[in-house]
């Protein structure tokens, strides 16, 4: 059985974010054919069985964990934290799950443009090193694939070794989603209704599940609610994950605003109501709970790519929806009917989407036959199986293979797309007299030799 090491750049405890949600998964489905150890850089509370959990919080603490490992897989600023990653003799998978210099395109808008130049560089010089270092990557969809593939072909990655490896190039990065469980939902204790301050036994919740994040859009919900209560006052909106678990994430601008909008509005504590954060085994009592779930963003190139996990535990507790169009979760809400899609910051058209589903009796038991048919296709059973193909037969990818035959030195660089070294221009040179005679190759080498000498 290979030994399979997760890296988590993300605090993994029972209230977690997206980052460590997805590496506590991997490790879930990947134990059952490996032997995994997830390594987490905080104290945790968590105990799992299934696999070792360890924590990392120095260099060396790290590289004991790395030193019996077939398999390395991490994602983030691990790697920009811990350099030594990059010359492991194991094979290094990054998961790529998001394009977090996107993310911050709109994190950081309002700062003055020297910050955000500064930064902008920082996230995309970590992002490149990755590309150029890794032996495999994995991200949520076909999309975020081809996005990731226009990356790594800028960078070099997609060149004749990767190719002639595997012409679809599946080999080098391969889509593995955010996933849910193979279990259905439990209700394991009122969570919700009768017992959350405010919110009584007979309200309809409006349930938004994962935090407030700069590239959401919480303030339409909040106008729309707005709208809403003077006429169904029995409507509460609950936002499940305000306070986030990790220490290095600073509250977001979004949050504040969403929050003095709310007291303007009236809404806070009677229909609107900011939840520190619930804890990640807890969460599928919420959803059963509720009646109705959100996930809204606004029109910018994050939205395009990105792959809303709150969607996915959506489509776990058979919860009926209203998603912003123009991301892949409004494609899945369109395609199979799980909801309602509505225009970006439409007010109008989220109160009517709302009070359309509300006004449905027994609103779960006739979308249920539609969320069975997409449930399948992503339990973390399925969707890792790439994963779990790569651990079966680790290995560096063909041209990280050549950089290391040659002494570790990368073929390609974050400057130059593909570094000419003297094999290749040796092999170019054989090629050409083989194919055309020594004459052609003499007049090569002197084109050569002009261009580089001559200039």
Known sequence: ???????????????????????????????????????????????????????????????????????????????????????????????????????????????????????????????????LVGDFFVCNSERQRDFWLGMLSALGRVNPLTFSDDPSLRRLIDVVSFGLPDEPPLHRRPVLKGVYPGIAAADRVLFWGGGLYDWLDPLTALRALAQIVPARPEVKLFFAATQHPSPNVVPMEMLQRARRLSDELGLTGQHAFFNDWIPYEERESYLLEADLGLSLHLDHLETRYAFRNRVLDAIWAGLPMVVTEGDMAAELVERYGLGYVVGYQDVAGLVAAILALLDVPDLRQRYASNFARVRERYRWSQTTQPLAAFCRAPRAAPDRQLARAMGGRPLVSADVPLRVTWHMRLAKGWRCYREQGSQAMAAEVMRFLHWRFGR
């Open 1 to 131: 059985m290979n030994r399979v090491l997760i890296v988590s750049d993300d605090a993994v405890a029972s209230r977690m974010a997206g980052p460590a949600i997805r590496d506590w998964e991997y490790a879930r489905a990947l134990s059952r054919e490996f032997i995994v150890t997830l390594a987490v850089p905080n104290i945790s509370d968590l105990c799992p069985t299934q696999f070792a959990l360890r924590l990392y919080d120095t260099p060396h603490s790290l590289q004991e964990l790395t030193a019996r490992a077939d398999v390395v897989i991490t994602s983030g600023y691990v790697l920009k934290r811990y350099p030594f990653l990059k010359t492991l003799d194991a094979p290094l998978v990054f998961s790529i799950p998001h394009s977090f210099d996107l993310e911050n395109l709109q994190h950081f808008a309002n700062r003055d443009l020297v910050f955000r130049w500064a930064a902008h560089n920082d996230n995309l010089a970590v992002l490149n090193e990755q590309l």
